[in-house]
């Protein structure tokens, strides 16, 4: 596995000279997601891979009730009693503490711990590395205090973690992605079963190049769960007429066209968004199957552009950027990626074109929105694991 040796050792010797103790290492990656935005909460399908990206943590045990964390990134300590966990308004602590609440709803029984954390995946670019910390600190502590939690619930948990302590309603995918990811792989997951598919990630000659637009804007958290709603909203709607729908998975756009669009316009277009990206998505995992990976392109920039018009949930940036390589022969495909509102567009590139392309674009980003892009070529890595110290040290 490629994995950061710096951050690696930085974790291990840093955790020795914090705690004086020997640390077990742990790594989370982030993800990319080639196709299906927004339509894990909605019961559809998705379509993500863990990336070369990811977050490392080093635990051990205390032989009291004290966690003791401490974020290299932030530099910054962070303690708190195991009966006293709660969220605080620190930021970083909550992606850790959200995930000792869980356990403990659950009645797993555990100790005090120290960790320490540090990584290589963006904050706020859309990688979700809130994601990856999550699922690290349920693999960790699963695996340091012998809980027997499968990989599943801990991305339960780790869901339920981001619900609780950071307030994001959000879907199951990041989370699945980061412990299920397979090398040269995508997962096909259905997130209404949880079944999943690893589907080979063969690009033939193409690169996978994600374009940082380094914005976050503040909307993303609460513009998300409005989402969110609304497609709740929709659902009841058509629910009243077909007591069977439980989720937009079971809609057709042709409900929608009856029984919502003359109802809530605004409603219409995000159910309509979803209902759509959902088929694409299938359409689009069959275009990767067989090698058509134009096709699967085309796709993606009907995603964005759905996103962007309907589900509304782009920004100048992402838009500018998409826009940009829109008519380039050498990018099959482009689109905005996760959440939105910021992060990441994810496009497909023509190997050889890629350095070319990343340099006009830098410059006429700079340009135009007055902002420095962070570039990136992803590679996809296997999810969450045990990292063996002498191996790598
Ligand atoms: C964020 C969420 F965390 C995911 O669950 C998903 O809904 C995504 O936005 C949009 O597809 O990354």
Known sequence: MAINSEIFKEVKEKFRKRFNEEPTLFRSPGRVNIIGEHT???????????????IYIGVCKRANETISLYSEEFDEAFEVKLSEVMPTDKGWPNYILGVVDQLLKRGHVFGGFNMNIDGDVPIGSGLSSSAAVECATAFALNDLFELNISK????????????????VRVGIMDMFASLFGKKDHVI?????????????LKLEGYKIV????????????????????QCEEGVTLVKAHHPNVSSLRDVTVEMLNQYVKPLNEVVYRRCKYVVEESQRLLAGCEDLKNGHIDAL?????????GLSREYEVSCKELDFLVDAVR???????ARMMGGGFGGCTINIVKEEAKENLIKQISKSYKNQMGLELSPYIAQTEDGTSKLNLSKFA
């Open 210 to 229: 994600l374009l940082n637009t380094n914005v976050k804007h503040s909307l993303s958290s609460s513009e998300y769960n409005t989402r969110r709603q």
């Open 327 to 333: 008519n380039n022969p050498d990018v099959l495909g």
């Open 152 to 167: 599943q619930d801990m991305a339960f948990i780790a869901q339920k973690a981001e619900h609780e302590f950071a307030g």
């Open 297 to 305: 392109g085309k796709k993606m920039f009907r995603t964005h552009d």
């Open 40 to 54: 894990d909460y909605n019961n559809g399908f998705v379509l993500p891979a863990a990336i070369d990206k990811a």
């Open 188 to 200: 096909k997951l259905d997130c209404q079963s949880l079944e999943y598919e690893y589907v080979p």
